[in-house]
């Protein structure tokens, strides 16, 4: 199974002010068919997760451009340009590379 | 509009058996792959399981290999998850979602709750 770790953790962030969030995969996310499949999604407290970036760096439809997504390999990161309060909960990168599709541990974004 | 709603969790004593269901609609459902996604409360997830399209294939988490089994009703836009011989670390909200394209998991329900206890 691809193992995926997340860092950090937990993240005290600053309006207004950038973050970022490190996905490091045991082995490289890349499907048969080229392609890397390598995701975020966030979770706000109390609702369901969310897609926010697919294919390493594609956002998905509504996401607000302050969320872009890189890396390549085994190391991805996501990064908020501006934190705004609706950004606080729960990111989680994830992959769909091969079965079973797997999860990092999540990282916590607080204000 | 475009949703997924679970149903069916519960409390339910060890070793028994529950079924869920997730009900689509506001999208042509017998063109999408269904997964499902668990969530220990206040922990991370977990990827439970796949059936393609037409349910042809079908894929499993080894934490659930041989005790559950996804499968699918393309006349009533639903998705089930029957659950047998469940064990306390079962306890999870339970999440349906679509697999979109490409290799995402654009659509995902509210969740519900299983509960595993004696």
């Known amino acids: 199974d691809i193992v995926l770790t997340q860092t950090p953790l937990s993240l005290a962030a600053t309006l207004g002010q950038p973050a970022s969030i490190s996905c490091r995969s045991s082995q490289s996310p890349v499907h048969s068919d080229g392609n890397t499949y390598l995701s975020w999604l966030q979770q706000r407290p109390g609702q369901p997760p969310r897609l926010l970036i697919y294919?390493?760096?594609n956002r998905f439809s509504g996401v607000p451009d302050r969320f872009s997504g890189s890396g390549a390999g085994t190391d991805f990161t996501l990064k908020i340009s501006r934190v705004e309060a609706e950004d606080v909960g729960v990111y989680y990168c994830t992959q769909a590379a091969q079965f079973p599709w797997t999860f990092g541990q999540g990282t916590r974004v607080d204000i | 509009q475009v949703q997924l709603v679970e149903s069916g969790g519960g409390v339910v004593q060890p070793g028994r058996s529950l079924r869920l269901s997730c009900a689509a609609s506001?999208?042509?459902?017998?063109?999408?792959?269904m997964h499902w996604v668990r969530q220990p409360p206040g922990k991370g997830l977990e990827w439970v399981a796949v059936?393609?399209?037409?349910?042809?294939?079908?894929y499993y988490a080894d934490s659930v290999k041989g005790r559950f089994t996804i499968s699918r009703d393309n006349t009533k836009n639903t998705l089930y998850l029957q659950m047998n011989s469940l064990r306390a670390e079962d306890t999870a909200v339970y999440y349906c979602?679509?697999?979109?394209?490409?290799?995402?998991?654009?659509?995902w329900g509210q969740g519900t709750l299983v509960t595993v206890s004696s």
């Open positions: 506001g999208f042509t459902f017998s063109s999408h792959g």
């Open positions: 294919k390493i760096s």
């Open positions: 979602a679509r697999w979109g394209t490409p290799k995402i998991l654009d659509l």
């Open positions: 059936i393609w399209y037409d349910g042809s294939n079908k």
